[in-house]
C-alpha cells in the first residue's frame, strides 16, 4: 500500500510502497482510511520538535487524525465490525489503568500515538484497537469529518472543561479561529450561554468566527488586549488560547478577569507571569491535551446532528507534500485532508 513517510527531520515526507498493516493482537483493528487530517502538529513534527518526547524509530507513516472503514478485527472485538464507518480516537490505549478508569484516555500509562509515536494514518489502511473506534452513521462521509480526530477534539475537550466557568453573563474569548478556533466557537455555541468573542489577526477568520457564533470579533493588530479589556470590563471569565505563540500567550493572560481561567490549548510560546500577580488575582493557567473517548463521542454526536461543521479542504495521498507546503504558508482554510 501507499503511505507518506517521514525519513529524516527537516526533510519532506515521502509516498513510499510499504506492507499492508494486519491485525496480530486478540484487540487489534485494521481501519482503511478515508480521510486523514494534516495537523500543524506534522509541520512540528518534521521541524524535529518532537523527537526527544516521542523518539520514533525513521522512517515511519504520519497522520493522527483519521476516519474510515473497519477492514479486519482481531479475534475479541465486539463494539465494530468489518465495514462499520469508524472515527478514531488518537491513542493506542490499555484500558486497565487509572487513567483509563477514569476516562482520561491521554493520559494512559501504556499508551502509543500513531502518527507521532509509529505508523499513523496517512496511508491507505492503519493499524488501531477497539477502544479507538467510535463508531459513526454508516452515511457520514470519513474525509468530512476526519479532522474532528485530533482538531475537533481538542477544541471540544477543552470547551468542555470551561462549562462551569461560563455561565449567563460570563464572557470567553477565543484567540486564533483557523483550525482548532472555529470549531471551538461552534462547541461553545452549542453548550454555553456565555458571550463569544473572537481575536485573530485575519480578517477572513473573524467573518467566518462571525457567520458561525461569535458575538463579537476583534482584529489582532496590537490593540487587542485594550479593546477585550474594556469591552468585559476588566477582562474575560476564560481565554480560549488556540495560539499560545508569538505574543499570543501574554495577550490571552492579560485578557483574562481576576479569578478567570486562561487556557493553553495552541503551543509553542512562554508564558512569564510573575507569581505575585498569580496570587493576587487568583486567575489559573490551564492546560489542554487533546481529549478523551467520551469528548470525541460527544463532538460527533454535535456533527452529526449539524451543530458543528468543518471547513476542509481534500488532497490525494500523493499530493501530501502540497497538503504540508500549504499548510506551512497559510493557504489552508480550515483544515487539509489526505485521502487515499
Ligand atoms: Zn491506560
Same mark, same amino acid.
Given at each position: 500500500m501507499k503511505a507518506v513517510r517521514i525519513h529524516g527531520y527537516h526533510q519532506q515526507p515521502v509516498v513510499d510502497e510499504v506492507p499492508e498493516p494486519t491485525v496480530k493482537g486478540p484487540f487489534d483493528v485494521v481501519v482503511k482510511i478515508g480521510g486523514a487530517g494534516v495537523c500543524r502538529t506534522d509541520l512540528h513534527i518534521i521541524e524535529g520538535q518532537w523527537q526527544a518526547a516521542?523518539?520514533?524509530?525513521?522512517?515511519y507513516t504520519l497522520g493522527h487524525e483519521n476516519a474510515g472503514w473497519v477492514h479486519e478485527v482481531g479475534s475479541a472485538v465486539t463494539n465494530v465490525a468489518v465495514g462499520d464507518t469508524v472515527i478514531l480516537h488518537p491513542l493506542i490505549t490499555d484500558g486497565v489503568c487509572r487513567a483509563c478508569r477514569a476516562g482520561?484516555?491521554?493520559?494512559? *500509562?501504556?499508551g502509543s500515538f500513531p502518527g507521532l509515536s509509529h505508523d499513523g494514518g496517512m496511508a491507505e489502511y492503519l493499524l488501531t484497537s477497539a477502544r479507538a473506534c467510535v463508531k459513526l452513521d454508516p452515511q457520514t462521509q470519513p474525509k468530512d469529518v *476526519? *479532522?474532528? *480526530?485530533?482538531a475537533g477534539i481538542t477544541a471540544y475537550h477543552a470547551v468542555r472543561k470551561a462549562i462551569p466557568l461560563l455561565y449567563p453573563g460570563t464572557s470567553c474569548v477565543v484567540i486564533g479561529a483557523g483550525g482548532l478556533g472555529h470549531i471551538g466557537v461552534q462547541c461553545l455555541a452549542a453548550l454555553t450561554a456565555t458571550r463569544i468573542i473572537v481575536v485573530d489577526r485575519n480578517p477572513d477568520a473573524l467573518k467566518l468566527a462571525g457567520q458561525i457564533g461569535a458575538h463579537h470579533t476583534v482584529i489582532a493588530d496590537g490593540g487587542q488586549v485594550d479593546a477585550v479589556n474594556e469591552m468585559t470590563d476588566g477582562g474575560a471569565d476564560v481565554v480560549l488560547d488556540f495560539v499560545a505563540e508569538q505574543g499570543a500567550e501574554n495577550d490571552g493572560w492579560a485578557m483574562t478577569r481576576p479569578a478567570g481561567s486562561y487556557f493553553v490549548i495552541g503551543y509553542g510560546g512562554t508564558l512569564q507571569v510573575p507569581t505575585l500577580d498569580i496570587i493576587s488575582t487568583e486567575r489559573n493557567v490551564v492546560g489542554n491535551i487533546v481529549g478523551t473517548y467520551n469528548d470525541l463521542a460527544e463532538l460527533m454526536a454535535l456533527a452529526e446532528g449539524g451543530r458543528v461543521t468543518l471547513h476542509t479542504k481534500t488532497y490525494p495521498l500523493a499530493a501530501a507534500a502540497d497538503a504540508v507546503a500549504d499548510l506551512d504558508a497559510g493557504r489552508v482554510r480550515g483544515r487539509a485532508i489526505l485521502v487515499p
Open positions: 516521542m523518539n520514533p524509530a525513521l522512517p482520561d484516555d491521554m493520559h494512559c *500509562a501504556d *476526519a *479532522a474532528l *480526530a485530533d
